[in-house]
């Protein structure tokens, strides 16, 4: 049991064993389908967490060199790399970092690969295939948008791939389904299924939700093997980001103010939208409160007001069975994933606390942010 007494306001908390449960289930998807599952830090980047994290999944992938750096430091293993574009300065130490090495566009494999197999880099370089097909309804996700720079469509592919180009990458899924996947591979095999059976990797990328509660395993399981029998060759990669940290956690914040205007009456955390739940706003989407629902007439009703300058730093509405005042702990939930890896100190608000609450049910302070922390990163 959760003692949020011992937890600082505001505090983003992972809890071991939902993560766990989330490990072991991707662990047997891996095991069961012979696919190698890798960790996205696009959506979770918690290192302090990793040892956990290893004793079920040894690889990552990175898109940028401080993540492929923090793949071969932390996870201790050298990262699976895709970057939209490389440069001269960083590439170095791209190759020291990384094992795999997806290109965005030809003309970047064509720059960079003379360098990767120069030395003594054993790096299997690979190139981002644009299917032009995907389920994603918001196109701030949608990397196959019409006009996309995300990734070399067909038609600029011959019969043949340039010399040393070993595997494909496609990233076209948000927290999509195994149907989803099932579609993508026939429009990826209507496409590109000529050079298959050349190569010796597919990266089918992220958004393979795995881990939510309505996700269909046995299906995935069955999609992977039927893909699997028909390249045998093939090592078949998979990076999701959020089916790893999904439900594993939560944003504890506190009211500190109650402001109303014509009716409508704002609880003020001490935590804010736009900086410490971005995605809300990007999206958007509205999260789950504990001990909350939507509006419900005739119920205690709020909406709920980041403490930033920024007008648009609210959401609403929630109804509670109480009535709100000022020192509540409002928690919001499944906020692990693209949380703290987008998070920033707009206006130098104080970053919320990041915590661990342990399988012995202890809680355990991973990082606490101070001024310092604000005034480096402005200087």
């Known amino acids: 049991m959760i003692d949020f ?12 064993k939902r993560l766990r449960k989330n490990l072991s289930l991707i662990k047997y998807v891996k095991e069961q389908s012979d696919v190698n599952i890798i960790l996205a830090f696009k959506a979770f980047a918690m290192w302090k967490s990793f040892p956990i994290i290893r004793e079920y999944i040894p690889f990552s992938t990175a898109s940028s060199i401080y993540e492929a750096q923090l793949a071969f430091e932390e996870m201790g293993s050298p990262a699976h790399t895709y970057s939209p574009a490389y440069t001269e300065k960083d590439f170095p130490l791209i190759l020291k970092y990384s094992s795999h090495v997806t290109f965005n566009s030809l003309s970047q494999f064509e720059r960079f690969y003379p360098m990767a197999q120069a030395g003594d880099n054993n790096v299997s370089c690979g190139i981002r295939i644009n299917p032009e097909y995907s389920v994603v309804k918001t196109d701030l996700y949608n990397p196959t948008a019409p006009g996309s720079r995300m990734g070399v469509i067909n038609d600029l592919l011959g019969d043949s791939l340039p010399e040393g180009i070993e595997g494909f990458h496609f990233h076209a899924l948000c927290e999509s389904s195994s149907y989803d996947l099932e579609k993508m591979l026939k429009e990826v095999e209507k496409r590109f299924g000529r050079f298959l059976p050349s190569i010796k990797w597919l990266n089918m990328g992220g958004g393979h939700l795995m881990t939510r509660k309505d996700y269909n395993i046995e299906h ?3 999609v992977l093997q039927t893909f699997k029998s028909k390249y045998p060759a093939l090592e078949i990669i998979m990076e999701p980001g959020s089916a790893f940290a999904w439900q594993t956690g939560f944003l504890l914040t506190t009211v500190v103010d109650m402001v109303e205007n014509h009716g409508i009456k704002t609880a003020i955390i001490d935590a804010s939208f736009t900086c410490h739940m971005p995605d809300c ?12 629902t939507d509006a419900i007439e005739g119920k205690f009703t709020y909406r709920i007001g980041g403490n930033s300058c920024l007008s648009g730093d609210f959401m609403g509405d929630w109804s509670f069975e109480q009535p709100l005042k000022i020192g509540d702990k409002i928690i919001f939930e499944d906020m692990i994933h693209y949380t703290i890896v987008k998070t920033n100190m707009f206006n130098g608000i104080p970053h919320p606390s990041i915590a661990l609450w342990n399988k012995n049910d202890e809680l355990i302070i991973y990082k ?10 402005n200087s």
């Open 281 to 292: 706003l990007e999206m958007p989407y509205k999260p789950v409160i504990r001990n909350a």
């Open 220 to 222: 995935l399981i069955s």
């Open 368 to 377: 606490t942010f101070t001024y310092e922390d604000y005034k480096q990163r």
């Open 5 to 16: 007494e011992k937890i600082p306001s505001p505090c983003y908390v992972m809890e071991e």
